[in-house]
């Protein structure tokens, strides 16, 4: 086994979500400069869930990203495609009326 089959992944832990035309990759950019945010930026607008559905398959892919996770706090997915599959996440409406989704996710 090589080594980076044996490496684990940071799963997304936080959740960006919204429709086409309304500032998700500019709040998702601005969201990215935080130093304590991890952005997977290479997968904007990917249903990770969907198109790795076996844990497997994500942990292989987001080893690939580029720079690597170094620690921060939030590890962000950010995507307009999600609102398209509501019944996995608990969606809830923002002040401004942005959809945001709470998706648990334990982290090893």
């Not at 919204?18 to 990759?25: E, N, S």
């Not at 950019?29 to 945010?37: A, T």
């Not at 706090?73 to 995507?79: E, F, K, M, P």
């Amino acid at each position: 086994m090589n080594k980076q089959a044996q490496k684990q992944a940071h799963f997304p832990n936080t959740f960006l979500i919204g429709i086409q035309k309304a500032g998700t990759t500019t709040l998702n950019d601005w969201l990215s400069q935080h130093p304590q945010v991890y952005c997977y930026n290479s997968l904007k607008d990917i249903p990770l869930f969907v198109k790795f559905p076996q844990p497997e398959q994500l942990n292989k892919r987001l080893l690939l990203e580029a720079p690597a996770y170094s620690g921060e706090v939030v590890v962000l997915h950010s995507a307009v495609n999600y609102i398209f599959f509501t019944p996995n996440f608990v969606i809830i409406q923002s002040p401004k009326n942005l959809p945001v989704a709470i998706v648990p996710i334990k982290q090893t």
